[in-house]
């Protein structure tokens, strides 16, 4: 018995690469480049201390992370940006 369907690609364990628009301040690339998850979640607490204000560029690098804990801390500041700049709507 013989199926017709294409054999399914090898998957590779490489990020897909990010949109070459993205800016990134050098300390926290390089913070979040590193192969310690420690050093890549402490970056993500300084760059959630910034506030709302504070650009989400690095928050999408960090959602392309291959650990499950930098990814998690990069989508709770992601939400509370968001969260945050929902209160005057939600006061109007």
Do not use: F
Not at 39 to 62: C, F, I, K, T
């Amino acid at each position: 018995m013989g199926l017709n369907h294409a054999p399914t690609p090898e998957v590779k364990d490489e990020p897909a690469p990010l949109p070459a628009q993205l800016v990134l301040p050098q300390w926290i690339a390089q913070a979040l480049a590193s192969p310690k998850v420690s050093v890549r979640l402490q970056a993500l607490d300084l760059w959630g201390q910034q506030g709302p204000e504070a650009p989400l560029d690095p928050l999408v690098v960090a959602l392309d992370d291959a650990d499950e804990d930098v990814r998690t801390k990069a989508m709770a500041i992601v939400e509370r940006h968001w969260a945050v700049k929902q209160e005057p709507e939600a006061e109007k």
